[in-house]
């Protein structure tokens, strides 16, 4: 039931014009942004050969660009987690599924998974864009693996976190703006660390402190527990939701 549910989130996604228009506008934005780096390491070109450990095309390029990436999905993951359970709700279908032989698990990790296809699909269409850069010259295989790794569990992070916020209200935009709040609260929060609260523990709260840490290559189990937690723990709190919400009925 779990990818029959998600297959219905998919293709339900792909019959949508918003989809597809965040799919264009994704693939325009990042782009645009991947030629101005590509320019910029160009120009670069000349002094890189006089330094003896310069950095390559991967450092110069890629990784700013998935950087860029991070910050242009935080702006679109709300858009595209806003209707998963809200609209269900608003529509009065919501009844007819908490009814049907289906768990709440079941229910959320199907909405999960598909949501995550579509994005998942997003980030292999930008993939081809650095990868195109081995025509060229040698490309890092370990930090590109590194940052599309970071920028993977970011996304699964993001859905997690919009999937929730959508089983709380039958309003998909009130969705989206609670959604764009809390990823962007979780995205700032290690402000407060760099100003000398660094013993309360926000600094590892901090979503671009982990993000930031795979995107230079660092492997650390710190961060990849983060993310496996934070994941968890938005998905457990959906299912307890829709579990209450099945034994009122």
């Known amino acids: ?13 792909f019959l949508s014009p918003m989809a597809w228009a965040i799919l264009a506008v994704v693939q325009v934005i990042i782009a645009y942004f991947f030629l101005i780096y590509l320019d910029y390491f160009v120009q670069l070109q000349p002094q890189l050969t006089a330094l003896p450990n310069a950095p390559g095309m991967t450092s ?8 860029t990436v991070a910050m242009v999905l935080l702006l679109v993951a709300p858009l595209l ?11 009065k279908t919501l009844s007819l599924l908490l009814s049907a032989p289906v768990s709440a698990g079941e229910i959320i990790l199907g909405k999960f998974v598909g949501i995550m296809g579509f994005q998942s699909i997003i980030l292999l269409m930008i993939c081809l864009m650095p990868l195109s850069l081995t025509f060229a010259g040698t490309i890092d295989a370990g930090l590109m693996l590194s940052g599309l790794l970071g920028l993977f569990l970011l996304l699964c992070s993001f859905s997690a976190i919009g999937l929730y916020m959508s089983t709380l209200t039958a309003q998909p935009t009130v969705a989206a703006v609670g959604t764009f709040g809390v990823l962007l609260l979780l995205w700032i929060v290690d402000v407060a660390g760099k100003t000398g609260a660094q013993d309360s523990g926000l600094s590892y709260l901090s979503m671009l402190n982990h993000n930031q840490a795979l995107l230079r290559g660092i492997f650390s189990s710190v ?11 938005f998905l457990v709190l959906s299912v307890r939701r829709l579990d209450a919400e099945r034994l009122q009925r």
């Open 60 to 67: 110069i390029v890629v990784a700013p660009l998935f950087a």
């Open 223 to 233: 961060d990849i527990v983060y993310y496996i937690l934070c994941i968890t723990t």
């Open 1 to 13: 039931m779990i990818f029959t549910i998600a297959g219905k989130e998919l293709k339900a996604l």
């Open 81 to 91: 987690t806003m209707r998963l359970v809200s609209e269900e709700r608003r529509n």
